[in-house]
């Protein structure tokens, strides 16, 4: 991403051209022979920093032929050490350029390392690299220093001496800085990163970052008949938007979009967290093909817990009001988890016959097995069965998962004791699967059922970032001035505030996506609760206390590769 700093115009930008001369060889905190830099701002010279560098080793002749630095020349120079707190004074608050960049730096860089000193990162500038994306073969055969200054007839050549070289790249520097004006390159940022390989696409598209806010908010790539292509989020939407034209976006899928969008539109927003709510809607809304999460939250499942005399676990999409359920899974397969795990718990039936008092059926193998109390042969009657399996399933659920937590970690002891390790793995992901959702659940739950909560952390400037939720779902977004008490905004954000009514489940009226966000939002000690009608609480004994487990038997599975 691009800072403040790299917003400056190219001709107010304070540059040091530098360039080294060396004992050759690799970069390795030594070898360096003589030094110069030439400080420019706007074409005006504003200093010059030279001096020879006794580099503590001998110098090759080839060295000597070619630069006319002799051994006796050096045997007076300081060392390295001693010049390096002259040297990076000198740099300090500037743009680095090199012909041939990364060499200089690295020599740089292992003599500050060597000798104790801070390497100060500059922003460095290549006019090698800047030269290939501005001059094509036909203009110029290479991208020697002495080619270049050459095809700019520039006023300095280069001799293999420091500072004379240093001058010369001065001059192709300026006649690199005439031809980028042509590419829409005006400020250092753009010139690091239009030096860089960039595609066509995002050289040809860059246009489209231009004039977007520097707010938190919404960014909608937009194709010609103005589908949204792709919708993402960031606390500054200007800087963010800029990042998809630089060398860092590689991704395949985003050159692809960036090729087919004509236009980004951005929405301003209060914070971030309104940013992250909106994004989350307008990919619900739209499914934008290039954004691969949260696309579908209409795709979530739940288990059901059917409503007959001996009631199974039910894979739906929809719930009613009197419908035990447990859930939203992102997927039907990670309802099969921990419904297993469920079942590996509790002597709850897993045939999909309607049972009745009245008509039986034939036991499968799982009740020949002791794993089921086989209702379907009336072996248990149904207040055995729901006293068996439905009422502690129902308390893992809403309240208490302790049983089915203790079942599961006696099995997975019991299959490790026996070296039966793959299987105990499959037992900890149902366990894993069940305890996740079971938690989520259960903190989403806390939250919907409260209408209304108002909430407020500190923004940046001093005033207050405000949010109102109703049943789960941001109402109100807004940020009150600095020294200004936020009862006003306040007031005025519930006079306006989205209505919610309330619904059943734990997440009524929003995707749960939506209200975990609010929740990681509400959660942090840094936000306060101004008002909360009801309380705000979960159960006592429920699944929040199996957090640990849950993340130590997650960072398992990553260890071993199971689950």
């Known amino acids: 991403m691009l800072d403040d700093r790299q917003a400056v115009?190219?001709?107010?930008?304070?540059?040091v051209v530098l360039d080294l001369e060396t004992t050759g060889g690799a970069p390795d905190g030594g070898g360096i022979?003589?030094?110069g830099a030439v400080k420019v701002r706007g074409g005006e010279e504003l200093g010059v920093f030279a001096t020879l560098v006794n580099?503590?080793?001998?110098?090759p002749p080839f060295i000597t032929v070619l630069t006319g630095i002799t051994q006796a020349m050096l045997v007076p120079a300081p060392p390295i050490e001693q010049v390096l707190p002259s040297l990076l004074e000198f740099l300090a608050d500037a743009v680095l350029v090199a012909h041939n960049a990364?060499?200089?730096?690295g020599f740089l860089k292992a003599a500050c390392a060597r000798h104790g000193y801070r390497w100060p990162t500059p922003t460095v500038l290549d006019t090698v690299a800047l030269a290939r994306r501005v001059l094509s073969r036909d203009e110029v055969p290479n991208r020697k220093l002495g080619t270049l200054a050459g095809y700019f007839r520039t006023a300095h050549q280069p001799t293999h001496r420091a500072l004379a070289d240093a001058r010369a790249t001065v001059d192709v520097l300026h006649g690199l800085i005439a031809r980028l004006g042509g590419h829409q390159v005006t400020t250092i940022g753009d010139a690091v990163e239009f030096s860089r390989a960039?595609?066509?696409?995002?050289?040809?598209k860059r246009h489209l970052a231009e004039g977007l806010p520097r707010t938190p908010g919404v960014y909608i790539f937009r194709a010609a008949d103005d589908r949204p292509l792709y919708v993402g989020t960031s606390g500054d939407i200007a800087t963010r938007v800029r990042s998809y034209f630089t060398a860092a976006e590689r991704r395949a899928r985003m050159s692809e979009m960036l090729a087919a969008a004509t236009r980004v539109e951005a929405?301003?927003?209060?914070?971030?967290l309104e940013a992250e709510v909106r994004e989350l809607r307008l990919i619900a809304a739209h499914a934008p093909p290039y954004n691969r999460r949260s696309k579908y939250p209409e795709r979530a499942v739940w288990l059901k817990l059917t409503d007959e005399p001996y009631p199974r676990l039910s894979t739906v999409r929809s719930t009613?009001?009197?419908d035990t359920v447990l859930g939203p899974f992102a997927s039907r397969r990670a309802?099969?988890?921990?419904?297993?795990?469920?079942?590996?718990?509790l002597p709850l039936r897993q045939c999909t016959h309607r049972l009745s008092t009245r008509t039986r059926f034939p036991a499968c193998a799982l009740a020949e097995l002791g794993r089921c109390p086989a209702p379907c042969e009336h072996r248990i009657d149904p207040d055995g069965y729901a006293e068996a399996a439905v009422h502690p399933l129902r308390s893992a659920i809403t309240a208490d998962p302790q049983a089915l937590v203790d079942t599961l970690l006696a099995r997975i002891d019991g299959l490790a004791a026996a070296q039966r390790y793959e299987e105990a793995a499959v037992v900890r992901s149902r366990l894993t699967a069940l305890l996740r959702t079971t938690l989520r659940m259960q903190r989403l739950t806390a939250l919907s059922v409260i209408a209304e909560l108002v909430a407020a952390r500190r923004a940046a400037d001093g005033g207050w970032e405000l949010a109102i939720v109703r049943h789960g779902r941001l109402a109100a977004a807004g940020v009150s001035p600095p020294r200004q008490h936020p009862r006003h905004t306040i007031d005025l954000l519930r006079a306006t505030a989205e209505t919610v009514l309330p619904g059943h489940g734990p997440t009524p009226r929003a995707s749960a996506e939506e209200s975990e966000r609010i929740l990681s939002w509400l959660e942090p000690a840094q936000t306060r609760l101004v008002s909360v009608t009801g309380g705000w609480a979960s159960p006592v004994r429920g699944a929040g206390r199996f957090h640990q487990l849950l993340v130590k038997a997650e960072e398992a599975a990553r260890t071993t590769g199971g689950g």
């Open 33 to 35: 022979t003589e030094i």
């Open 9 to 15: 115009p190219l001709r107010e930008t304070t540059f």
């Open 267 to 272: 929405v301003e927003c209060a914070h971030r």
């Open 55 to 59: 580099p503590g080793q001998p110098i």
């Open 320 to 322: 009613s009001p009197q």
């Open 335 to 345: 309802a099969e988890l921990a419904a297993a795990g469920i079942h590996d718990a």
């Open 198 to 204: 960039v595609s066509e696409v995002q050289r040809r």
């Open 102 to 105: 990364p060499y200089d730096v």
